[in-house]
């Protein structure tokens, strides 16, 4: 059995403003990019014989393929659960004025912030994320991983 990391991207466009003492921008946009990460535990990739006997055994041989094939499922469903978390948040994000998101509760939304939020989102939707990384410039990401 393994742990595997599975990971998605997204673009997005939103703007936002920054009226901190000594941090103020007007408002300006950016087209946004974020990397996810989450962890699928347990996963059993290749079926496990303990000796040649058992793989010559049929009904051994039928328990290998069908670990095998839950393997697929298992991370195919996580997968499709990563996709749809994604979409969502990027759906709220996308095309808005991230100061105005209730999800950012207030706070300055800048890369750092709003790959915290993502993490948290994902964990809340009840997947187990590992790193989210928000890219905010060409040579800007911030990161929000669990240590
Ligand atoms: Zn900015």
């Known amino acids: ?21 000594g941090f103020c921008e007007p408002r300006h946009g950016h087209n946004w990019e974020l ?9 059993s990739l290749r079926p496990e014989y303990k ?8 009904s051994r041989l039928h328990d290998g393929c069908k670990r095998a094939l839950s393997a ?3 991370t195919s469903q996580a997968q499709i659960n990563l996709s749809s978390t994604l979409d969502t948040w990027v759906a709220i994000m996308d095309r808005s004025l991230l100061n105005e998101q209730n999800i950012l509760a207030g ?24 790193i989210v990384r928000i890219k905010e410039k060409s040579h800007y990401w911030a990161i929000c991983m669990k240590c």
Not at 35 to 43: K, L, Q, T, W
Not at 52 to 57: A, I, P, R, Y
Not at 109 to 117: D, F, G, I, Q, S
Request: proline share 5%.
């Open 35 to 43: 990397e996810a990460s989450v962890r699928i535990d347990n996963v």
């Open 72 to 74: 697929v499922k298992q």
């Open 1 to 21: 059995m393994n742990d595997v990391l599975i990971t998605e991207y997204r673009k997005f466009a939103a703007d936002h403003y920054h009226s901190l003492p």
């Open 51 to 58: 000796n040649k006997s058992e793989f010559s055994n049929k």
């Open 107 to 130: 706070r300055n939304p800048t890369a750092e912030v709003l790959a915290e939020c993502l993490f948290q989102f994902l964990e809340t939707s009840g997947l187990c994320p590992v």
